[in-house]
């Protein structure tokens, strides 16, 4: 059975920095589309970043250029770097892994961009 185990939530002051991990176990890891999505209070889950097996990348608007997804398939972990974080990326930020019709979800980890 899969596991996803996000770390790195935190709060922090508008402009900084977070760097998410999510590590998987009891998958094959390199074989799954990972992503990262995102729930603000009242407010729909929403994807928010994504990598294929072979690390082509997607985002929603709202974080192209300040947001980067990456994968390390030898250490089953990918990552979700954070820049110039804004009162509006305020969510829970859950890990994802997707291949054809499997699903895992992590638990997921609190970010607060707040002065």
Do not use: H
Request: a positive charge.
């Amino acid at each position: 059975q899969g596991q996803l185990v996000e770390s790195g939530g935190g709060l922090v002051q508008p402009g900084e920095s977070l760097r998410l991990s999510c590590a998987a176990s009891g998958i094959t890891f390199s074989a799954y589309t990972m992503g990262w999505y995102r729930q603000a209070p009242g407010k729909q889950r929403e994807l928010v970043a994504a990598v294929s097996p072979y690390s082509g990348t997607n985002y929603i608007d709202s974080v192209k250029g300040r947001f980067t997804i990456s994968r390390d398939n030898a250490k089953n972990t990918v990552f979700l770097q954070m820049n110039s974080l804004k009162p509006e990326d305020t969510a829970v930020y859950y890990c994802n892994a997707k291949r054809n019709n499997l699903v895992y979800w992590g638990k997921g980890t609190l970010v607060t961009a707040s002065s």
